[in-house]
């Protein structure tokens, strides 16, 4: 437990001897304080918008600061280091006791908001959030807030981007609070990705031409043109061979008739005759006379008809009727 009290008494302390210097170095315009312990005391860093102010004509303002530090609070050996703004706009401090200040001359506390907004964002910060808490325009406490950009809530990029900073405005009806919250101009938020391109690769510089190389160019060219020719002429001996492979077209003798017309009955043609198929030879049937077909009796007839037996005594002798065919085929 006595570790803890320790640690509570020094921040009690810390923050005493804040409020202390804001009342002390009020027109100086008053941005932070940090208080560091080292082995030769401790060193006090008072950021202000005007540093001449706090140190005085001959360093007489800043003499008796170093003085009530180390009765009054009890810190050893203390040296006061002082710090100018770099954008006082940017300071959230600084802007609250700016906007207190403009309401106790009687700003509208809108007029006034706004105004401080504008300002701050003119700046280049990210974000801001301005609250006005207290008896604004009648006998109720109410709040009015004026933000605008990116701002953060919670979480470490709070902790880390924004910076906050309240001042008190006193008043007839009663004492208005004024809380700043800046965000920093330069900070990276943890959804930002930012893509790296890779580094430019070192081009190696190019070696002088000589004659031997231009000469080996040269004859590498001509080698390449050589085997194109070469390509070229064993296509077109390819080419040749093929259209004499080709079966050359049959001339026609002459006599022959020539392309028939369409619809034409096709002509008959030799059986040598090439590239045309061999067709059987039709066999003739001979004429036979008249009364040779009437006398010699049809083979179906006679088949169906059976032989009369006859006695061998009484059989006729039938006329000869061959003779007269065999006649006609001879004549």
């Not at 902790?159 to 800046?182: D, W, Y």
Request: contains cysteine.
């Amino acid at each position: 437990m006595a570790s803890e009290r320790k640690f509570v008494t020094e921040n009690i302390r810390r923050v005493l001897l804040k409020e202390y210097m804001m009342s002390k170095v009020g027109r100086a315009g008053f941005g932070g304080l940090d208080v560091q312990r080292t082995p030769m005391g401790t060193r006090v860093t008072l950021i202000t918008e005007r540093p001449g102010l706090v140190i005085g004509r001959r360093g007489e303002a800043i003499k008796s600061l170093t003085k009530a530090i180390e009765e009054d609070f009890n810190f050893n050996n203390p040296q006061i280091e002082v710090q100018e703004v770099e954008n006082p706009n940017l300071n959230a401090q600084i802007m609250a006791e700016k906007l207190a200040n403009a309401l106790e001359r009687g700003w509208h506390f809108r007029r006034a908001g706004h105004s401080t907004v504008r300002r701050i964002m003119d700046s280049g910060a990210r974000g801001c959030q301005v609250i006005i808490a207290g008896k604004l325009t009648g006998q109720r406490h109410r709040t009015e807030k004026f933000k605008e950009g990116h701002i953060k809530f919670c979480g470490e990029a709070k902790l880390n981007f924004m910076a906050q900073g309240f001042a008190a405005a006193k008043l007839k009806p009663g004492i208005i609070g004024v809380t700043v919250q800046i965000m920093d101009p330069n900070a990276r938020l943890p959804d930002e990705v930012r893509i790296i391109p890779p580094p430019p690769v070192a081009v190696a510089p190019e070696a002088p031409v000589t004659k031997e190389a231009e000469a080996a160019a040269k004859a590498e060219d001509k080698k390449a043109d050589e085997a194109v020719q070469e390509l070229k002429k064993t296509a077109e001996g390819e080419a040749v061979a093929q259209a004499k492979a080709r079966k050359p077209r049959v001339k026609k003798k002459e006599g022959e008739a020539g392309p028939k017309p369409e619809g034409a009955p096709e002509a008959p043609t030799a059986p040598g005759t090439p590239g045309e198929p061999k067709k059987a030879p039709r066999k003739r049937k001979k004429k036979e006379p008249e009364a040779a077909a009437a006398a010699t009796p049809a083979p179906a007839q006679q088949a169906s008809a059976p032989p009369q037996e006859l006695p061998p005594a009484e059989t006729p002798e039938l006329p000869a009727q061959n003779p007269p065919a065999e006649e006609k085929k001879e004549g």
